[in-house]
């Protein structure tokens, strides 16, 4: 069965190891989290664990969501998501999930929102080095080059190619990051202490769940 929990970045510290050395480490507020609902093949043609973190105000629930977070007898969560199983749960919707679950685990996938940056040029984006400063450039520094060609290209024609590298929008996108070391886990402030940076910025939410590739 997949471990997953819900949680938020704080921020990132260090911590030393047995050895002594400094180990780079970005804490995580993981749970309290909510099952809110169980699917079943019966009811859902799959089988999952739908969980949710965090408590959102009354006066911004809406009424779908309410009648949701009733039939387990929960409050509506901010942040819900699901989490796949193989075989069907012997746990009940209302029933809280924390830190407790990795025990024995000591890696982790982590999946979270990625900084937005905006719209951004070639350099920023992609990390051009841009056009040449010397005599006779003008205005154009910062800029990509040429984007089309003059001659045709096996089934592409003349036109700009399909995943052309250029300037657009950069960031806010869902990003994985694999096998992060559980350096410390507090079960008293439900706090994990995972090795390396994840994505996102602080207060970011995230989703940690067991590697898929590290025991």
């Not at 260090?14 to 993981?30: C, D, W």
């Not at 809110?36 to 009424?63: H, N, P, V």
């Amino acid at each position: 069965m997949t471990a997953m929990i819900l949680g938020k970045k704080l921020g990132m510290t260090r911590l030393y190891n047995e050895q002594g050395k400094i180990e780079p480490v970005t804490v995580v507020l993981a749970g309290p989290c909510t099952i809110m609902q169980i699917k079943t093949m019966d009811t859902d043609g799959y089988m999952a664990l739908q969980l949710g973190y965090e408590d959102l105000k009354k006066s911004r629930c809406k009424k779908p969501q309410t009648g949701h977070a009733e039939k387990s007898g929960a409050s509506v969560k901010r942040f819900v998501r699901e989490v796949r199983l193989d075989e069907e749960s012997q746990q009940q919707p209302g029933e809280e999930v924390t830190v407790e679950i990795f025990e024995g685990i000591n890696y982790v996938d982590v999946t979270g929102t990625t900084k937005g940056k905006g719209y951004a040029g070639v350099m920023k984006r992609f990390g051009f080095k841009g056009m040449s400063a010397s005599h006779g450039t003008e205005r154009k520094h910062r800029h990509p080059g040429g984007i089309g060609s003059n001659s045709g290209s096996a089934g592409t024609g003349r036109g700009i190619r399909k995943g052309k590298k250029m300037a657009g929008h950069m960031g806010h996108a869902n990003h994985t990051t694999r096998n992060h070391k559980i350096v410390a886990v507090d079960k008293e402030n439900n706090l994990l202490m995972l090795r390396g940076a994840v994505a996102g910025p602080r207060n970011g939410y995230l989703v940690i769940r067991n590697s898929k590739t590290k025991v």
